[in-house]
């Protein structure tokens, strides 16, 4: 789903900068531009880092896989 009309910038992106590193509103705003033209998604934008956010959190960690040969 399109959130940013202005940039064409889409939920799955918003997820996709979640994923790798971003934690606020104006982190998405910095690497994909969306709602820095007329603003009227940034609402919306904000509202789908905190969910990704917490969809992250909420995952089990990874485990650690041993590098070394025992």
């Known amino acids: ?3 940013c ?3 064409g910038i889409s ?3 918003i997820r ?5 590193g971003a934690k606020c509103l104006r982190d998405v705003m910095m690497k994909c531009n969306a ?3 007329c603003g009227s998604c940034a609402c919306d934008v904000k509202a789908l880092v905190e969910k990704y ?3 992250e959190a909420a995952q ?3 485990p650690l896989t041993s590098a070394s040969n025992e």
């Open 1 to 3: 789903m399109i959130v």
């Open 53 to 55: 956010k917490a969809e």
């Open 35 to 37: 709602a820095s033209d």
């Open 16 to 20: 996709f900068l979640v994923q790798n």
């Open 11 to 13: 939920d799955k992106t």
């Open 5 to 7: 009309i202005c940039k």
């Open 60 to 62: 089990p960690a990874q």
